[in-house]
């Protein structure tokens, strides 16, 4: 699979951004999908990641209840709604895949993201 990150941009603290991963390639509802970002100077860092229906999604602490992670099996498109953002979102932010067919690594923790994006940038101004 092949993934294309696009919908990054300057945005003033407060505001928000849609960021769109499209895939290429079929089966795409059979991989679970996450977003990273790498900020400057900062490791990087697993935001969201959904499962391969949909029916099960992560985030991590710092984007609870701020960002969204949804997709469009039909449109091989995963989507990250940032909103409330914040300077500290500032960062490169990559979309990635984990072939995941049975939800088994999914659902027991382990989604290993194997395929990956060009990142977007994403510079949020105070």
């Known amino acids: 699979v092949q993934l294309q990150a696009s919908g990054g941009g300057l945005v003033q603290a407060g505001g928000s951004l849609r960021l769109s991963c499209a895939a290429s390639g079929r089966r795409f509802s059979y991989y679970a999908m996450g977003w990273f970002r790498q900020g400057p100077g900062k490791e990087r860092e697993y935001v969201a990641g959904?499962?391969?229906?949909?029916?099960?999604?992560y985030y991590a602490d710092s984007v609870k209840g701020r960002f969204t992670i949804s997709r469009d099996n039909a449109k091989n498109t995963v989507y990250l709604q940032m909103n409330s953002l914040k300077p500290e979102d500032t960062a490169v932010y990559y979309c990635?895949?984990?072939?995941?067919?049975?939800?088994?690594?999914?659902?027991?923790?382990?989604?290993?993201?194997?395929?990956w994006g060009q990142g977007t940038q994403v510079t949020v101004s105070s």
């Open positions: 959904i499962s391969w229906n949909g029916d099960s999604t």
């Open positions: 990635a895949a984990d072939w995941d067919p049975t939800g088994s690594s999914w659902y027991e923790g382990l989604p290993v993201y194997d395929y």
